[in-house]
């Protein structure tokens, strides 16, 4: 294994955790029930399997699939394709899908803005479609005769009108910089503290404060196209209740069973790589010791940066 620099926490695995965690994997070979899968990571092609799983048992599903662009994904390489061929792809995806649904189920769905425009069809066509989510993805080196791209998508689906929000679960701290009293001295909709002055307000659609996971931060792995933790815990936390299901059918290195798990969700994850099921698999032992979230504590998410911002002893108080 190669060596990294001092500050450098980006996750991987031995040979011998390779062998240790692959143990905790599960094959799906014939119809699975929901006690088998709950809170397990399926070492499978996604085809292979989603005719075992049960039906109508889904909650919450967050799709990551491969965008259409052409990448490595540790060997297994994704090839972009032409719009038709994609489109064909992606809707044996969704209808390979739609028998776990639950009537009140709701779906989020990523891609890029090319890849948007193949798929929104398709979402429209078999779901509800309620807003398109778009957050920044401030990484990458630039382009030399293009305007960068540093935003993806997250399509906000329901299977029917009827279906859980929850509002409350994700408001946004934002710091107050000139803030408005009544006419009696008192804070005006936000509030007053020795640590700044800031305002709970409601999520829109665009996101900008999300960190995409970087070499220092414990979160990260080798993943291509990892998504950052507070990005999928904003999903989990708006779109289902404690102890409800959430699946992944192309989980990669865990983010989003790690994320469940550290918010009292049941969860599944589908991953066709062996060394991803197995960095998911050390991200779930490691969440039983810290169910922290970056960028998420004292029940709101914060501003990029900005809880690191507080002092000391503040920020300590607020992650405990």
């Known amino acids: 294994m190669k060596e990294k620099a001092p500050r450098n926490r980006t996750l991987s695995c031995s040979e011998e955790e390779l062998k240790q965690f692959s143990q905790s994997l599960i094959h799906l070979d014939g119809s699975a029930n929901i006690g088998a899968i709950t809170d397990k990571i399926i070492h499978q092609d996604f085809f292979q399997c989603a005719r075992f799983l049960p039906g109508s048992f889904v909650d919450l599903l967050i799709i990551d699939p491969p965008y259409n662009l052409t990448k490595n994904y540790n060997g297994h390489l994704f090839a972009s394709k032409k719009a038709g061929d994609y489109i064909a792809w992606f809707e044996s995806v969704i209808v390979s899908l739609l028998h776990i649904l639950k009537p009140t189920a709701t779906i989020y769905v990523c891609s ?44 906000f689906c329901t299977v029917s009108d009827d279906y859980y929000f929850d509002v409350h679960a994700v408001k946004l ?143 300590k108080e607020l992650l405990s």
């Not at 193949?118 to 990484?139: A, M």
């Not at 936000?190 to 800031?198: I, K, R």
């Not at 550290?262 to 994850?269: C, I, P, Q, Y």
């Open 173 to 315: 701290k934002r710091r107050v910089l000139a803030p408005y009293r009544t006419k009696d001295g008192r804070p005006k909709d936000w509030n007053e503290s020795e640590n700044g002055h800031y305002r709970l307000t409601h999520p829109s659609n665009i996101w900008s404060d999300i960190t995409i996971p970087f070499w220092s931060m414990p979160e990260n792995t080798d993943h291509p196209t990892q998504k950052p933790e507070k990005l999928i815990a904003k999903l989990v936390l708006a779109s289902s209740r404690p102890n409800e299901f959430v699946l992944d059918p192309f989980v990669g290195s865990g983010t989003t069973a790690v994320v469940a798990k550290k918010l009292g969700r049941r969860f599944a994850g589908i991953e066709m790589n062996r060394e991803y099921c197995c960095w998911a698999q050390k991200r779930l032992s490691g969440a039983d010791l810290n169910t922290g979230i970056q960028g998420y504590a004292d029940g709101v998410f914060w501003e990029r940066n900005s809880l690191n911002e507080q002092p000391k002893k503040a920020r």
């Open 112 to 155: 890029d803005w090319q890849t948007s425009n193949l798929i929104f069809p398709i979402l429209d066509r078999l779901f509800c479609v309620r807003n398109r989510i778009t957050w920044e993805r401030e990484k990458g080196r630039g382009a030399k005769s293009n305007w960068k791209n540093n935003t993806e998508d997250i399509w």
